[in-house]
């Protein structure tokens, strides 16, 4: 009896095999003439050499469609196993518009007009400026497109920094060793990547440093190369912390800067690295600039009246 082993790669088993492990016996019904063993992240399977070069084939494809859109059920299981071949089953929402296949096959698309355009922009230059007010989905789509290049291999890891500013509060304040002062700061990035990573996966990717999230003070005398780099709430930069970072560049890295000149948390009379490096970089080839408005907000309906209200005010001052 021949035996073929294959072992689940970047693959959480759990959720592969389903809940109580019925995708696994759902797969066993298609193949009654294999013996079809679970462990860990192996399947061993049992059977003569024919049957097992078929299911291996199927197998593949099952695995390729989870991995592209993290989601497996009986419908697709079932349009898998009796396809001709990969091209039959893709989903209905497989279309140039979804940047990645979240948490539970959640898609993830550029919602409006400018961040269709931060998309368009990232395709075509190696750093970009995402600048727009909160809510407007900038660090959103731009993890999303992190994301999506480490999922086609086009990066080796994602990189996601802030510059570690209080928004009216105290750092030394709160309670913990460093990491657990800073990752507040971090938040907002690792909630994006749990709605386009599953957590085990994730956590994976945190721990091997293939996914990496950092104060913007760690990038010091780094070379990012193979790299998708994102640096959020970029208008709470110095002069000097914006030059250090933007320097960073290596070899086949993608760099997106996201901020806000409106929400500034700098101290008084000290110069946006952001709003300086806007003016200075302006025209240079290779570097677009995307701006984001009020149109582009997809949170609360409230969001946008908030913005709107604020800027009327700063207008009239």
Known sequence: MNELIVELEEITPKEF???????????????????????????????????????????????????????????????????????????SDDSNDVLVHGVSGRTIKAQTVNQRKLVEAIRKNDMVFAIGPAGTGKTYTGVALAVRALKNKEVKRIILTRPAVEAGENLGFLPGDLKEKLDPYMQPLYDALRDMIPNEKLVNYIENGTIQIAPLAFMRGRTLDNAFVILDEGQNTTHAQMKMFLTRMGKNAKFLLTGDPGQIDLPRRTISGLKEALLILKGVKGVGIVHLDDKDVIRHKLVKKIIAAYKNIENRN
């Open 17 to 91: 095999f389903g809940a109580h492990n019925s995708n696994l016996e759902l797969l066993k019904t298609y193949f009654p003439k294999i013996k079809i063993v679970a462990r860990g992240n192996k399947i061993r399977a049992f059977g003569d050499e024919e049957m097992l070069e078929e299911f291996d084939k199927r197998l593949m494809m099952l695995l390729s469609h989870f991995s592209k859109y993290n989601k497996l059920d009986e419908n697709i299981i079932e349009r898998v196993l009796t396809s001709e071949n990969s091209d039959d089953y893709a989903t």
